[in-house]
């Protein structure tokens, strides 16, 4: 079965330093890779994504995840945060076979400090 | 419309009682997803339909659970006799197509008391 595991529930930074959010998964086939941002009385959207192809992807507003097969992980990053990155991010797997149902990590929840 | 929606945002019913929760997805889209929100987790995969028809049921929790989306649009999730375990958020998703990127709807608080 598959599973995804987000290591850190809460990450606390300051405004302006490098944060890494961390997922791993578990999967016997290939998957495709979403990360999903929830902001504070919003619903899910979805932040960036791999499929295929190049491992490293960006979205647009900074952030950046890479793909590594052989440390099954997909671990975001943003050199610099600012306050309004405040939100939770659900790390989620998409298996490539059958139903194509989207398995989600508990969350992370980033909290930016002036 | 221009996102998915999900009525009612809100619903309060007590414990035993029936609910129905309704999901207009994007137009045109053929793939719908149903998750499961608690409070401090992450969405937890119920159903998914491609269609008219539940491609996968595997995440219901039990047979008091059901959903259809009739005419390939519109769904709606039921819960009979409902349970306090039950309260949480219900999202509703879809997609162009199956594997491609979903877009939640806002979701249905449900609370049982």
């Known amino acids: 079965a598959q599973s995804v595991t987000q290591l850190d529930s809460q990450v606390p930074v300051f405004e302006e330093a490098p944060v890494e959010l961390r997922c791993n998964y578990s999967s016997s086939v290939s998957v495709y890779l979403f990360w999903y941002v929830q902001y504070p009385n919003q619903g899910l959207q979805l932040l960036l994504k791999y499929l295929s192809g190049s491992t490293l992807v960006e979205s647009i507003n900074g952030f950046e995840a890479e793909f590594n097969k052989s440390q099954t992980s997909f671990h975001l990053r943003k050199p610099s945060v600012h306050i309004s990155d405040t939100a939770e991010y659900f790390c989620a797997v998409t298996v490539n076979t059958g139903g194509f149902k989207t398995i989600f990590g508990a969350g992370t929840r980033l909290f930016v400090k002036a | 419309g221009a996102g998915v929606s999900q009525t009612p945002s809100n619903k309060v019913t007590e414990k035993g009682k029936y609910v129905e929760l309704r999901c207009d997805p994007i137009?045109?889209?053929?793939?719908l997803y149903w998750y499961r929100q608690s409070l401090g987790q992450g969405p937890e995969f119920l159903i998914y339909f491609q269609g008219t028809g539940a491609a996968d049921d595997s995440g219901l929790p039990n047979d008091r659970f059901f959903a259809v989306r009739p005419e390939g649009s519109v769904s709606t999730l039921k819960i009979q006799r409902t349970e306090r375990g039950d309260s949480a958020v219900y999202l509703c998703?879809?997609?162009?197509?199956?594997?491609?990127?979903?877009?939640f709807g806002q979701g249905t608080r449900l609370t049982v008391v």
């Open positions: 998703a879809s997609s162009l197509k199956r594997g491609s990127e979903a877009f």
């Open positions: 137009s045109g889209h053929t793939a």
